[in-house]
T-cell receptor, first 110, second 114 residues
Framework: GENVEQHPSTLSVQEGDSAVIKCTYS??????FPWYKQELGKRPQLIID?????GEKKDQRIAVTLNKTAKHFSLHITETQPEDSAVYFC?????????FGAGTTVTVRA | DTAVSQTPKYLVTQMGNDKSIKCEQN?????MYWYKQDSKKFLKIMFS???????INETVPNRFSPKSPDKAHLNLHINSLELGDSAVYFC?????????????FGSGTRLTVV
């Protein structure tokens, strides 16, 4: 089955700086890679996704890059704000289910 | 209107009891899932149903039995609850088998077994 590894497990950044989270996956057949944000006590919410025919996608302050050859993808958050503090999960699709990374706890310091 | 709704939100029960969690989605999605999120926040799939048919069962103990009366509902019944079952259980749905589509999650059910 699919194995998704995510780094780092925790990330502390100064407000206004950038945050980068990296994930690798094992199954070369995976072709859909969403990112979820989970605030404390809330549900995971989809914030951006990328499909295998695209190398990069951007939505305002967040962007995702995908390298299918190396089997890794990354989330970039620019100009971080306190409301960006949350747990972020990467995921990869495999056999009609999403396999999630272990999560990155992002703390934005004011 | 909540897209994916779960009840109850909190459930505290004693070891050995049987309990159920209900999930309903009004998005018209074909596929529904149950995920377990443990104390370390790891999200692990338990079951997936597509149009009321079980398509994924990820080595979950037999004490867990999902039931899908129609494609808008997926319930989870747990027999003989154990301490290790304490976790947050999320229901989710997606348009078509999950492939190439993100999931919409319910708000979660925090189960505490004492």
């Amino acid at each position: 089955g699919e194995n998704v590894e995510q780094h780092p497990s925790t990330l502390s950044v100064q407000e206004g700086d950038s945050a980068v989270i990296k994930c690798t996956y094992s199954d070369s057949a995976s072709n859909y890679f969403p990112w979820y944000k989970q605030e404390l006590g809330k549900r995971p919410q989809l914030i951006i996704d990328i499909r295998s025919n695209v190398g990069e996608k951007k939505d305002q302050r967040i962007a995702v890059t995908l390298n299918k050859t190396a089997k890794h993808f990354s989330l970039h958050i620019t100009e971080t704000q306190p409301e960006d503090s949350a747990v972020y999960f990467c995921a990869a699709d495999n056999d009609y289910k999403l396999s999630f990374g272990a999560g990155t706890t992002v703390t934005v310091r004011a | 209107d909540t897209a994916v709704s779960q009840t109850p939100k909190y459930l505290v029960t004693q070891m050995g009891n049987d309990k159920s969690i209900k999930c309903e989605q009004n998005l018209g999605h074909d596929t529904m899932y149950w995920y377990k999120q443990d104390s370390k926040k790891f999200l692990k799939i338990m079951f997936s149903y597509n149009n009321k048919e079980l398509i994924i069962n990820e080595t979950v103990p037999n004490r867990f039995s999902p039931k899908s009366p129609d494609k808008a509902h997926l319930n989870l019944h747990i027999n003989s609850l154990e301490l290790g079952d304490s976790a947050v259980y999320f229901c989710a749905s997606s348009p078509a088998g999950g492939e190439n589509y993100g999931y919409t999650f319910g708000s979660g059910t925090r189960l505490t077994v004492v």
